[in-house]
């Protein structure tokens, strides 16, 4: 079974960074590119970025775009979030997924282009 693993959340005073990583395990697959969701206590799960392997295209959700940045490592399927000025509206449990399905060559900002999901790594950002 394909699998993704997210690891580097944490608690963080606002103003400070995290780095988030989510790697493949399991079943290898190809995938075509990959993006960060995340979903607070009570909210419906928000677009954070995405990347895509074939164009290197990024996007962002545009309060975060400055702030965060996505980018990919050599490995297969291994995406990473670096977040700074982190702030107590950021908590939320982080998701990565992989779209292994579509091959679209623009990041997607909808959970329904992605068919792989991880199962989170929770961020808390102190005031």
């Known amino acids: 079974q394909a699998q993704l693993v997210e690891s580097g959340g944490g608690m963080v005073q606002a103003g400070g960074s995290l780095r988030l990583s989510c790697a493949s395990s399991?079943?290898?697959?190809?995938?075509?590119?990959m993006a960060w969701f995340r979903q607070a206590p009570g909210k419906e799960r928000e677009f954070v970025a995405a990347?895509?392997?074939?164009?290197?295209?990024?996007d962002y959700t545009a309060s975060m775009k400055g702030r965060f940045t996505i980018s990919r490592d050599n490995a297969p399927n291994t995406v990473y979030l670096q977040m700074n000025s982190l702030q107590p509206e950021d908590t939320a449990v982080y998701y990565c997924a992989a779209d292994t399905t579509y091959g679209l060559s623009d990041p997607k900002a909808t959970p329904v282009w992605y068919d792989v999901w991880g199962q989170g790594t929770q961020v808390t950002v102190s005031s």
């Open positions: 990347i895509r392997w074939s164009t290197g295209r990024t």
């Open positions: 399991g079943r290898t697959f190809r995938s075509y590119g």
